[in-house]
């Protein structure tokens, strides 16, 4: 065990003795934002070297290495007034004018809380934490690898109908859709970060000077509505070693549709929106009337297809229910078809998101400019002898190794079959296709069907028989 994930599960255990903290949430939340303390401490030393006449919007006294860095400092009661009642007002009313820097640190604390209570074990957390150098790039990359595994803690410790995307999806969304340097990434419900990150090291082999890593900096946008998701994936970015994570605290639902210009859209978006959700009573007022709903994953797919630049790419995680949905459903996807080229949907097995949801997923992928003239469909297959996935484990990249050998010379196979634009709209825009090939592989000969509607027409009469019997009897 690496001294990195002894240092973790020793601030775990230090939790758990405080009575303040109550369950996994709570807890996740209190580490990260003391993480994020250390972390942007850590980045100051560097920007004072390398950005010239750097001024920190923190006050002096606020600073961690000031108040935290000593292990003999500030412990008990002492700490947590210092805590309570200087510490967290004044980084919740940051003047976020002064700096970029102080505009992160206030949207990062403004909804976060300090849940613990007892100062002595509070003092046994910082000390813990000051063990780790996020300056030093081997206790960056151990660390990263844990934060990976606080994140998928997260999945277990929420209860707000979120599901966190496995990171083998992710990671096969970015590959596809492959992310150049210089292109605009949006996610707009980005959760812990997931396909921010993703994106940021499958763009990072492109990146050879110091200019291109500015406009890699440059290039990642991401925005989330809840506060802990949120204060996550700015801390994930920053371990990606983004100096100012562009992650906004926002639900871009909110904002009038017919608002959305030309210099908000974007090369690129991934996400996963959260489906099965209500927006707040008025929010589908800022959509035109034919896309009014409040259905959370609709809204944002209508969103989606406004914010992406003509020649723009999109992969999408959508539930079953987007696909074969009536209504403003099916005006949704008209209007996708009609504005975006849907070349692929691959259609995922049941228990990808388990054990959180057994809701069936499906990953949808278009570009923005042409309309649809046919749909690809792919059916991902459990591997050999899985029957399901679960929380030990979960669908692996190495699965999706058959659609990419697929991807740039497709043809018809037992796990692919295509869709012209004719019979979507012939189904009114119902894009719930079964797979054709396995209908045909599961279909018993002719002879063996009627055998069984036989002894089944039999059974039936028997029953009857009895039926017809047992009321004679009572009657009689």
Known sequence: MSNITSNIKSIRDIMRKDTGVDGDAQRISQMVWMLFMKIFADKEEEWEITIDNYESPIPEKLKWQNWAADEEGLTGDQLMDF???ELFPVLKDLDITISPQANIIRSVFEDTYNYMKNGTLFRQVINTINKIDFNSSTDRHLFNDIYETILKELQSAGSSGEYYTPRAVTQFMVDMIDPQLGETILDPACGTGGFLTCSI??????????????????????????????????????LHGFDLPAVRRDNLLSKPYSDWGAKDKVDVILTNPPFGGVEEDGTETNFPQKFRTKETADLFLALIIRLLKDGGRAAV??????????????????????????????????????PYTSINTNLLFFEKGTPTKEIWYYEHPYPEGVKSYNKTKPINIAEFDTEKDWWENRETNPLAWKVTSEEIKAKNYNLDFKNPHQEIDT??????????????????????????????EALQ
């Open 443 to 472: 279909l018993a000969a002719p002879e063996v069907i009627l055998e069984r509607y036989r002894k089944t027409e039999a059974k039936i009469s028997s029953i009857q028989d009895e039926i017809v019997k047992v009321l004679t």
């Open 317 to 354: 995680v959508l539930p079953d229910g987007t696909l074969f949905g009536e209504g403003v459903k099916t005006r949704v996807k008209e209007e996708l078809l009609d504005k975006c080229n849907l070349h692929t949907i691959v259609r995922l097995p049941n228990g990808v998101f388990n």
């Open 201 to 238: 090291d499958h763009i990072r082999k492109q990146v050879n000077t110091p200019q291109d890593r500015a406009i890699l900096q440059n290039s990642i946008r991401g925005i989330e509505k809840k506060p802990l998701p949120h204060l996550l994936c700015t801390t994930n970015l920053m």
């Open 83 to 85: 805590v309570d009642n």
